[in-house]
């Protein structure tokens, strides 16, 4: 009989300690929804038009992780195509620098129009209220992987890549940064590995995450940020 009553007790603890841990989460998850909800409310004021939960992309599979979101391979089911989308992450959506950031992000580059800059297409939220922005999605390789396979001798890199077409390559890169440096903008990260080439010919700079305005001068934010070999 008191094996029994333990028995009792201790499911009863169990069955008590479940409901406290989801009484928990379902208040962090509140918690996490109401600050989504003035984060966006306070974008959506300083853009001057509401930011909506958009439903046209259908996420297909992570492309790459980063420290702030995720780049997935979407499907843009308007227009019927494959784009790239910056999502995110989880556990950053009630920071609400994280979201600025993003957004600011995906503002800089939208503005920076030119042929060998990633282009933007949309910026919005997904139904949980998660932003992301969507961009081109460049099929290729990057500078950094063709310059690594001539290092190692490949016969096909060093045949699809001579020097004869690897400084056009290097020129459009000069000219994209040339571009942005025009506008005020630094992209501080560049490097082989944010030099997209594509299967016929496209160079593009991608990942304008750390791209900052030359005006500004805030000591708590340094100029130098990145890769520091580059």
């Given at each position: 009989?008191?094996?029994?009553s333990?028995?009792?007790?201790?499911?009863a603890?169990?069955?008590?300690?479940?409901?406290i841990?989801l009484?928990?989460?379902?208040?962090?998850?509140?918690?996490?929804?109401?600050?989504?909800?003035?984060?966006?409310a306070?974008?959506?004021t300083?853009?001057?038009?509401?930011?909506?939960?958009?439903?046209?992309?259908?996420?297909?599979?992570?492309?790459?992780?980063?420290?702030m979101g995720?780049?997935?391979?979407?499907?843009?089911?308007?227009?019927?195509?494959?784009?790239a989308?910056?999502?995110?992450?989880?556990?950053?959506?009630?920071n609400q620098a994280?979201?600025?950031?993003?957004?600011?992000?995906?503002?800089?580059?939208?503005?920076?129009e030119?042929?060998?800059?990633v282009?933007?297409?949309?910026?919005?939220?997904t139904?949980?209220?998660?932003?992301?922005y969507?961009?081109k999605?460049?099929?290729?390789?990057?500078?950094?992987?063709?310059?690594?396979?001539?290092?190692?001798k490949?016969?096909?890199?060093?045949a699809?890549?001579?020097?004869?077409?690897?400084?056009?390559i290097l020129?459009?890169?000069?000219?994209?940064?040339?571009?942005?440096?025009s506008r005020?903008?630094?992209?501080r990260?560049?490097?082989?590995?944010?030099?997209?080439?594509?299967?016929?010919?496209?160079v593009?700079?991608?990942?304008?995450?750390?791209?900052r305005?030359k005006?500004?001068?805030?000591?708590?934010?340094?100029?130098?940020?990145?890769?520091?070999?580059?």
């Amino acid at each position: 009989a008191n094996s029994d009553s333990r028995a009792g007790d201790a499911a009863a603890n169990v069955m008590l300690i479940g409901g406290i841990e989801l009484f928990r989460q379902g208040m962090q998850v509140g918690k996490e929804a109401k600050m989504q909800e003035e984060i966006l409310a306070e974008l959506s004021t300083s853009f001057g038009a509401e930011i909506e939960p958009v439903q046209r992309y259908e996420f297909l599979e992570v492309l790459g992780r980063g420290g702030m979101g995720d780049v997935w391979l979407t499907r843009d089911v308007r227009l019927d195509r494959e784009v790239a989308t910056k999502l995110i992450r989880k556990d950053r959506m009630g920071n609400q620098a994280a979201v600025q950031s993003m957004v600011d992000e995906a503002i800089l580059t939208a503005r920076l129009e030119h042929p060998s800059i990633v282009p933007v297409h949309d910026l919005g939220t997904t139904e949980d209220g998660r932003f992301f922005y969507v961009m081109k999605q460049v099929k290729g390789r990057s500078l950094a992987s063709i310059l690594l396979a001539q290092v190692k001798k490949d016969a096909d890199a060093l045949a699809d890549y001579p020097l004869i077409r690897m400084i056009p390559i290097l020129r459009q890169v000069c000219l994209a940064v040339a571009f942005a440096h025009s506008r005020g903008v630094l992209h501080r990260d560049l490097k082989p590995s944010n030099v997209m080439i594509g299967d016929y010919g496209e160079v593009m700079i991608i990942d304008w995450g750390l791209a900052r305005r030359k005006p500004e001068r805030d000591p708590d934010r340094p100029l130098q940020r990145g890769t520091h070999a580059y």
